[in-house]
């Protein structure tokens, strides 16, 4: 490009921007940023690059644009981003039934690109990647050369293609390797609904089940098995919530609903200060519901995140389950997608989640009313075990030996609530006793499978 026909640029440039002298003339005024000075060093460094690199391909406008652009939005926090037509069709995907991948989230925290959640079912917790692992490397490449996008776009690829991903597990100091191969992941959403086996639990029968994420059945599919579950005669609910990464919101509220009162406050959402942007969600007053106020728990860790931690803190706040587990993974923010045009958006964090007592999530995570962590051994001993049914025979008889401290905890928890509740209601504890053990000879055959369950 000749001086002549960059000075003609810099010159259409700042006409452009003549449209937006008068805002940024009145937030100088104000005492805010005065954009002007700052535009002008971005073209003059943008134009040298131009003049001066060495490989004139890799500095053509719309390159250095979109890369500024996207460190721009990078810089903000680890959830917003300048989504170019491929990745943004990649986000709608994502919502889709199946997508081809290795079955992990991801998302920078301290500085490292690190695994939130790794799904049991998914070729990289088959490999034995686990949430909390560090990526080093994805096929050989530092990650400090690569960004979080383009890092997605590595992770994801076609069916039976291989990637290598180097990892550092903090928990034990260990630099890992894994060759994986790509799958198609089938999303699914609730899992092991049943009645916990009785020698756990004796007295009394409470069920269980697993949310591995949100998205457009999930409320139903509880729902359904809530359902099933009060038919067999249960006294109490454990939710567990480990691993799971959020998904869908208005699913996470529905799913409130289905332990509190319609009409209920579990969630406001607040924009940047001083813009009034204020939403309140509120529990359906539209669904009838059963009433389940009988004692809850809610088992979450370090990977449970986004809508997991929208119910979990939610109920805690009103006093309607104990968490038992560990402090959660802490993204509690809300991303808008803006379309820019030609295909492109960008994800913005625009507000941030807010429980019913105003606790924020973000970076705070939901700390649990009963803390128990895990072991890196018992860790990796919990993912086998959710994947179970995707074993060999002898590996799967060998995963169902595993006992779980954190259920264990959540049910001594509930046996606790269960006494007191029948103290509080004049009930004598020895008859509730005598109900569950008659039901439970009549439904031994169905029980006898489910002993293998309980870990």
């Known amino acids: 490009?000749?001086?002549?026909?960059?000075?003609?640029?810099?010159?259409?440039?700042?006409?452009?921007?003549?449209?937006?002298?008068?805002?940024?003339?009145?937030?100088?005024?104000?005492?805010?940023?005065?954009?002007f000075k700052e535009i002008e060093l971005f073209t003059e460094v943008m134009e040298t690059i131009r003049q001066s690199y060495v490989d004139p391909e890799k500095v053509s406008y719309e390159k250095l644009i979109s890369s500024a652009l996207e460190g721009m939005l990078a810089d903000l926090d680890p959830h917003c981003q300048f989504m170019q037509p491929k990745v943004l069709q990649q986000l709608k995907q994502n919502t889709d039934s199946t997508y081809e991948g290795i079955g992990v989230t991801i998302s920078t925290k301290?500085?490292?690109?690190s695994i939130v959640t790794a799904r049991e079912d998914g070729p990289a917790a088959k490999a034995g990647i686990l949430p909390g692992d560090q990526i080093l490397k994805i096929n050989g490449r530092l990650m400090e050369d690569i960004g979080i996008m383009e890092a997605v776009n590595m992770l994801r690829g076609k069916p039976g293609e291989k990637l290598k991903l180097t990892v550092r597990r903090p928990?034990?100091?260990?630099?890992?390797?894994?060759e994986i191969k790509r799958e198609v992941i089938r999303q699914s959403s609730v899992k092991d609904i049943k009645i916990i086996d009785p020698r756990l639990t004796a007295p009394y029968r409470m069920g269980y089940?697993?949310?591995?994420?949100?998205?457009?059945p999930t409320a139903k599919e509880l729902a359904d098995g809530l359902d099933k579950l009060e038919k067999e005669g249960m006294d109490a609910?454990?939710?567990?919530?480990?691993?799971?990464?959020?998904?869908?919101?208005?699913s996470a509220i529905d799913v409130c609903g289905e332990f509190v009162k319609a009409g209920t406050v579990v969630l406001t959402t607040e924009g940047k200060p001083g813009s009034g942007e204020i939403k309140v969600y509120r529990t359906s007053a539209e669904k009838k519901r059963r009433n389940r106020d009988y004692p809850l728990a809610i088992l979450v860790n370090h990977a449970s995140a986004s809508g997991a931690e929208?119910?979990?803190?939610?109920?805690q706040d009103l006093k309607r389950c104990i968490v038992v587990g560990e402090t959660t993974f802490g993204k509690g923010s809300v991303q808008s997608i803006i379309p820019i045009g030609e295909g492109k958006a960008l994800?913005?964090?625009?507000?941030?989640?807010?429980?019913?007592?105003?606790?924020?999530?973000?970076?705070?995570?939901?700390?649990?009313?009963?803390?128990?962590?895990?072991?890196?051994?018992?860790?990796?001993?919990?993912?086998?075990?959710?994947?179970?049914?995707n074993l060999s025979p002898e590996i799967k008889k060998?995963?169902?030996?595993?006992?779980?401290?954190?259920?264990?905890?959540?049910?001594?928890?509930?046996?606790?609530?269960l006494v007191y509740s029948n103290i509080q209601s004049g009930t004598d504890s020895a008859e509730v006793k005598e109900e569950p053990k008659k039901s439970e000879e009549k439904k031994s055959g169905d029980q006898e499978s489910e002993k293998k369950e309980e870990k």
């Open 1 to 35: 490009m000749t001086s002549t026909f960059a000075s003609f640029l810099r010159s259409a440039w700042f006409l452009s921007l003549a449209l937006f002298a008068s805002h940024i003339l009145s937030a100088q005024e104000e005492g805010e940023d005065n954009g």
């Open 110 to 113: 301290n500085d490292s690109l």
């Open 171 to 178: 928990a034990s100091k260990q630099l890992l390797e894994f």
């Open 209 to 216: 089940a697993r949310i591995l994420q949100f998205s457009e």
């Open 237 to 250: 609910f454990i939710l567990d919530m480990r691993n799971n990464p959020g998904g869908l919101l208005g």
């Open 310 to 315: 929208v119910v979990s803190g939610a109920l």
């Open 347 to 389: 994800r913005m964090t625009t507000a941030k989640y807010y429980t019913p007592s105003h606790r924020t999530i973000h970076e705070n995570g939901v700390i649990p009313n009963i803390v128990a962590t895990l072991t890196p051994k018992q860790e990796a001993e919990l993912m086998r075990w959710f994947n179970r049914e």
């Open 398 to 417: 060998e995963a169902e030996k595993f006992r779980d401290p954190q259920l264990i905890r959540a049910v001594d928890a509930m046996k606790g609530a």
